[in-house]
Each structure stands twice: as C-alpha cells, then as structure tokens.
C-alpha cells in the first residue's frame, strides 16, 4: 500500500509541542571552524601567515572554498600585497578546474562554479583578476553548457494549453499506475505479496513521467533493504507490467523524474499555478488503492500551506486516497498545475498537492539525473513584514556568519532578485547548487545595505540535529524551541532566564515570555533522531509563576532554516 501522509489530532499537536510532565540534563558542544584563528595572538603579518596557511589545506580539497576564503581575507586587508597576490594564485587554480570540468561535460557543476567565480571576481573590483577571468571566455562556454542541459528536456515539453479540444477522458490516457513490486512480506506465518503502489504522469513524449518521491523511495533509499523493482502500468493497458527507472529525484520537496521505453498516448502539458486561485476548480487523476483511471474534482481550498520545510503547497479538497500519490492536479484546459502528495485519511476532503512551480525549478536537474540536495547556509531567521528574512541566529561554524552576516541583519534580496519572506528565499534557493556563492543583500541594524557573498554547504535532512551536535544545548534552544536563553547560573549550572521568544515558536505555544526561569534537566532524541525532546522546569508568568515541569519537544527541520 502506498504511503500517504495520515495524521490524527495527536500528530497535529506533535507537530508544534509536547507538553509532559518530567525532569533531567545534557549538553552538547563542538565548535568548528577551519580557519578560526585568535586576531589577538598574532601581529597582521603573522595571522595573515597562519589564514594563509589554512586555507592552503583547504584548496587540496575544494578549490572554489578556498577561493572564497581568499577573496574575504582580501576583504579584511586590502593594502597587503602577499594578500592580492594569494587572491590571484587561487583564481588560477579554480580556473583550472573550471577547465576540467568543461572538459568532462560536468555541465552542472560547470555552471554553477562559473556562476560563483564570477560573482566573486565581480565583487572583488579588481581590475587583474577581471582580466585574467575574462581572457578564457567562459562565459562562450557557459551559453553552450547551459544550452547542453536545456537541452535534455525542452524541446520535448509542451507549452500551457490556453484552451483545449481534448477531452479528459483522453487526458487520462497520460497517466500511469506505478507499481513497486517489494518482494513477500510474511504475517503469522503466511506470506503475501507486497507491493506499493502510486500514480503518475507523462510529460515527455519519450517516456518520462513524474511522480512522488516517497512512492519510488525504497529504489533509491540507500538505507533501504529488500526487494524493490519499479514498473508501471498504462492507464489503458492495466495488466502489461512495464519496467521502469528512477532518472532524478528530490526527497525534500517529494519529487521524482522516471523513464520508461514506451511512447504515451498523451503527455501533459505543464500550467503556472499562479493562475489558480481559491475557489478555482481543479481535476485529480490517478489510481486511488489500485483503481486505475480514477477521476475526481474539486476546488483549491487554500494555499501556502507549509508541509515542506523549503517550500508550501496547495490545499485541495478533490477526493485523494492511497495510490492517488504522483498523480496530476489538472485544469480546466488540461494543464498539470499541481502534483498530489499526501492525504488525510482521518479528515475528509482534507489534501494536498506540490505547486507545478517547483516541478518546473526542478525539471533541469531531475533529467540530468541522481538525487537533489539543496542549499544550506547555517541560519535560522523570520520573515519580517514588507521588508525581508531577520537573522535571529546563526552557527558557530557557519558559512554565514564567517563572511560577515550578523544577527539581526533583514535579508532583502538573494542574487540581486528582492524577496520579503521566507518563502519566497527558499524558492530563489532552490534552484542554487550547494558548494555555490550566494549573494545576499542585507540591511543592516544602522539601516546600511550591502551584498556578502556566502558559499552555501549541503542542506541536511535533519539541520536542527547538525545544530544540536555542534551546539551548547543552551545555545540552540533559540533556533529549535524559539527561546533565547540567558545563563543565570554560577559556573556551569543548568539554569537561564529568558531573554526572548520568538512568536508562532514552540515556546510561545508553550507560554514562555521574557524573563521567565528557566532549568533544563536534560535533552535526548527520538529514536529516528528526527525530534528534539528537553525536560525542563520553569515558573512560567502566563501559569501565574507556579512552578511547572514540562517536556518540550521539536522537529529537527523548519522551515527557518536556510
């Protein structure tokens, strides 16, 4: 059976706060930074000596890191000579790998490392490297780089019908039953066959369709162990098994890109759910618990809900059950406006489906094939109305912080496009590589703007759990529990004050407000180390200063962190 998102009252509770009752302590703690070097220690000339040193180490490994390293050491002292000339060595040698890579046809990891090394040339102002850049052409070769991965796909997709003479009954000739065929499972002795079952859609004549990740995910889950073979069905052959191949997929926004050696019947066409609104009717295709060519309508009931911690998807309340997953969410004109992921079993007329928008960001990486990971700056903010992203807190060791962000910059714009919300920064990040320079335009608290160049690292599925290894668990009680925490104890005692919460946290759903006590006995993780409990004590002002022992508990992702 496939796997549909089914949650109850309780899990709607779980997903913001646990309130136990309990008691105990833990922390922990691992600052790292590989060039953090102690300015007070040094004459310049000597920790100039030592930074280069580092990233000397560094550009082993990473040439565009080191690169970056050596453009924000120029930053910090633009009269040393040795500095420039170090600038300039390290350009030549991501030039270097620039070539290599062109040489490859690594047509990606090409554009993205050209895309970096320009911007930090750019921003550097100096006229030698601009030159030296400039003198190999690059950017020829990143028109034919890009043209070579538009190519994989864009001739091959249809453009947004305005208005349509199909009829649906023939539209639902493009879709297809996915079928996972998952080995024997064996209950009191009995042995079953076991399978999963999902839905999908064409969208290129050649035969690649869409579907969910977590329909396909024991294919490619690295974790998995069992059998596990793909096929799909035809929505108008329903008992030829054939096979098919994962080509790209993205677990984070549940997405996946596969190929089968069939011509279909129909291929859908791709539409701009900005063109829907509430109330908008929409039609829902798939094979609801094995049903093959299922039809059923309904409206958009609403929208930006926030499921994803990158993105937020459409609510719907068309008819969804298990193997509707994968399936398109279709206009009246035909066009596939949105894919159906998940299903509350518990409440009817209460699903969802991923906006077409992210599928079309995605689509260059998904038929260039292998898993897409997105990236990760370190930072935990809000968004702040009218005017950006606040930086609330940042890693020790982030990238963020080590190229000159600081809490309480508003982040205004990401690669020159304006943003005003954290929705609309993880939809401009998305489509940015990780190991990519990131220009971010920041307001500062004395109200002056400047761009930072960061180099963006590899989101984890689990950032919080990165933050609360590395962290004093005191520390990141702000980005996980929404709770700036003040030390109040003599030595390294376990109790604190609040200093402040941020509002819509978990401990501003659990009532927690300025200055309140605050001691935590312990901290400890679920077993999927994917949620964060904290047993604490406190005499809360909204419980009228009684005394309170509570568990807290958090997820590990948000969508806060970028």
Known sequence: MQRVLNMNKNFFNLSFLFVFIICIFSCASNENNELQIDKKEYSTEEFIENKISQID?????????????????FQEYK????????????????????????????????CS??????????????????????????????????????????????????????????????TVTIWIDLGVKIESGKAFSNKAIGSGFF??????????????????????????KLYIKLSNDTETRIPAKVVG??????????????????VFALGSSSSLDIGDK????????????????????????????IGTVMQIDAAVNNGNSGGPIIDE?????????????????LNFAIPVEYLKLLLPRLYYGGKITHSFVGVYGKTVKEKGVEVLWMQKSSSARYAGIKEG????????????????????????????????????????????????????????????????????????????????????GNKYIVESVVKGSIAYESGFTELDPVKIFRTYLSEKKDVLFSDVYSKKKSNGYLDVSLVLATPLDSENFF
């Not at 390290?90 to 070539?99: D, K, V």
Request: charged fraction near 25%; aromatic fraction near 12%; hydrophobic fraction near 35%.
């Open 203 to 228: 969208i290129d004549k050649r035969g690649y369709l869409i579907t969910n990740y977590h329909v396909i995910s024991s294919q490619v889950d690295p974790e998995y162990e069992g059998v596990s």
């Open 282 to 309: 929409i039609f829902a295709i798939g094979s609801p618990v094995g049903l093959e060519r299922t039809l059923t309508s309904g409206i958009v009931s609403a929208e930006g809900r926030q499921l994803f911690s």
């Open 249 to 266: 997929y993205d677990e984070s926004l549940d997405l996946a890109l596969l190929k089968t050696e069939v011509t279909p019947e129909y």
């Open 409 to 492: 910059d508003i982040i205004t714009a990401i690669n020159g496009e304006k943003i005003s919300s954290l929705e609309e920064l993880h939809l401009k990040q998305i489509s940015i590589l990780p190991n990519s320079i990131i220009e971010y335009t920041i307001l500062n608290e004395l109200g002056e703007e400047k761009n930072i160049l960061v180099l963006s690292d590899v989101r984890a599925k689990y950032p919080g759990l990165d933050f609360y290894n590395n962290e004093q668990v005191s520390n990141v009680f702000y980005p996980l529990f929404g709770m700036k925490l003040k030390n109040v104890s003599s030595g390294f």
């Open 333 to 349: 004109f035909g066009n596939v406006q949105a894919i159906v992921f998940a299903g509350m079993l518990e409440y009817q007329g």
């Open 57 to 73: 180490k560094v550009s082993k490994t990473d040439d565009l890191k080191a690169f970056w390293y050596s453009y924000l050491l």
């Open 113 to 174: 490392e050209y895309v970096s090394l320009d911007k930090i040339i750019k921003n550097s102002n100096i006229e030698s490297l601009i030159d030296i850049f400039e003198s190999f052409s690059f950017y020829e070769k990143y028109i034919y780089a890009q043209n070579n991965i538009i190519s994989l796909y864009k001739d091959y997709l249809l453009p947004p019908n305005k208005k349509t003479s199909d009829k649906i009954s023939k539209m639902i000739d493009g």
């Open 79 to 110: 009269t040393e000579i040795s500095v420039k000339e170090y600038l300039e060595k390290n350009l030549q040698n991501s030039i270097q790998n620039l070539q290599n890579l062109y040489a490859e046809q690594k047509w990606f990891d090409f």
